[in-house]
């Protein structure tokens, strides 16, 4: 036994020799969901076939909302678990129909396995708040390190913030 490694080709097929033996297989892409991990007998040659799906967002509960979400990952390029993301309105007052929102609560939701984190609750449009030049803020907050940058959220269903 041992610990292997390989990437795929372009076509996403990869070969491994491995003995005889249960192996346990992670596989990783992201920002795919792969079930894993896979425990699986090898004896002679076996060909085993695994199915990725890609990441999608859900749908916001609200014609006025955005569904936020998108990355971190390490200087490596790997998935960054358990990251806490933050984010928050960079105003007051701020209003939304005429009515005042409370700008002092902030959303935190944490990434998971494949380093995605994902709002799933939405977040006002930036257009749609009074005033209409609203950035949001947001906080990426891990062991190592901390990032914060402003953000105007977009008219649409939903959104990836690119985090450096």
């Not at 990437?7 to 033996?21: F, I, Q, R, V």
């Not at 896979?38 to 060909?47: K, L």
């Amino acid at each position: 036994g041992g610990v292997y490694g390989n990437t795929t080709n372009p076509s996403g097929c990869c070969t491994l020799s491995l003995d005889d033996a249960t192996w346990t297989i992670h596989l990783q892409k992201v920002p795919y969901s792969i079930t894993s991990p896979v425990y699986e007998a090898i004896s002679g040659n076996t060909t085993l076939t695994y199915y990725a799906t890609p990441f999608t967002p859900g749908s916001p509960p609200a014609d006025s909302l955005c569904v936020v979400w998108g990355r971190v990952k390490d200087k490596h390029g790997n998935p960054y678990v358990g990251a806490k993301v933050s984010i928050w309105m960079d105003a007051y007052p701020v209003t939304f129909g005429g009515i005042l929102i409370d700008v002092a609560t902030k959303s935190v939701v944490y990434t998971d396995t494949l380093g995605i984190f994902e709002f799933s609750d939405g977040i006002y449009y930036s257009s749609s708040l009074n005033p209409s030049n609203l950035k949001w803020k947001v906080q990426v907050k891990t062991t190592n390190w901390l990032w914060e940058g402003s953000v105007t959220v977009p008219s649409q269903g939903s959104w990836e913030i690119e985090i450096p």
